[in-house]
């Protein structure tokens, strides 16, 4: 069946303003991760969400940054006022009911804050 | 703070060798840990496992050692071939939270015949 699936997939921006990146994950699969990783990084948890739980927001970097999930599928995530630093790549995973090995990787959106 | 590591952002191996990609992690708490594959342009695709009551474990070609009194893991890939070329990244759960996992800034592993 279809993987996770991420758009767009290069992004590139102007300092200051807004993006929406999209993560469809994997039909049935109930929690959703997204990731972030900047030049010479790891991969950095961002948000979680799981089922109709309160999403985990702990790896958010600043309130210029948010996510939601709408009908426990489709999930958007949301940078405000692009700064040059949000440069990264945006990796969004999902699983069925959050096994950590079982998460599902889309390709990524690469996103260039000029 | 990185609390997971991996030293080495680059290995070039012959093939048919031993690949060898290590990790050295600082948490204590961690109890599971993982072994991601990426290749370009795709997203990281779960490799191989390891729980923190085990020392190895294997899967074919592929076999991760833990030391939990040095805090490091390694990956060994036995023997080498040109589709292994790929970025690996070592992964941790801690288990006071199951669901998350903290990735290491991976290793880019280069087969060549």
């Known amino acids: 069946g279809a993987g996770v699936s991420q758009s767009p997939s290069n992004k590139v921006t102007e300092k200051g303003k807004d993006v929406e990146l999209r993560c469809d994950p994997i039909?049935?699969?109930?929690?959703l991760y997204w990731y972030r990783q900047s030049l010479g990084q790891g991969l950095e948890f961002l948000i979680y969400?799981?089922?109709?739980?309160?999403?985990?927001k702990s790896g958010l970097p600043s309130d210029r940054f948010s996510a939601e999930r709408t009908g426990g599928s489709v999930s958007t995530l949301t940078i405000q006022r692009t700064q040059q630093e949000d440069s990264a790549v945006y990796l969004c995973?999902?699983?069925?009911?959050?096994?950590?090995?079982?998460?599902?990787f889309g390709p990524g959106t690469r996103l260039l804050v000029l | 703070d990185q609390q997971v590591k991996q030293n080495s952002p680059s290995l070039s191996v012959q093939e048919g060798r031993i690949s060898i990609l290590n990790c050295d992690y600082t948490?204590?708490?961690?109890?599971?840990f993982l072994w991601y594959k990426k290749y370009p342009a795709e997203g990281p695709t779960f490799l191989i496992s390891?729980?923190?009551?085990?020392d190895k474990n294997e899967d074919g070609r592929f076999t991760v050692f833990l030391n939990k009194s040095a805090k490091h893991l390694s990956l060994h890939i036995v023997p080498s071939q040109p589709g292994d070329s790929a970025v690996y990244f070592c992964?941790?759960?801690?288990?006071?939270?199951?669901?998350?996992?903290?990735f290491g800034t991976g290793t880019r592993l280069q087969v060549f015949p």
């Open positions: 995973a999902s699983s069925y009911w959050g096994g950590v090995e079982t998460q599902y």
């Open positions: 969400f799981q089922g109709n739980s309160a999403p985990d």
């Open positions: 992964a941790a759960r801690s288990r006071r939270n199951t669901d998350k996992l903290i």
């Open positions: 948490n204590s708490m961690f109890d599971y």
């Open positions: 039909s049935g699969h109930t929690a």
């Open positions: 390891i729980s923190s009551i085990k």
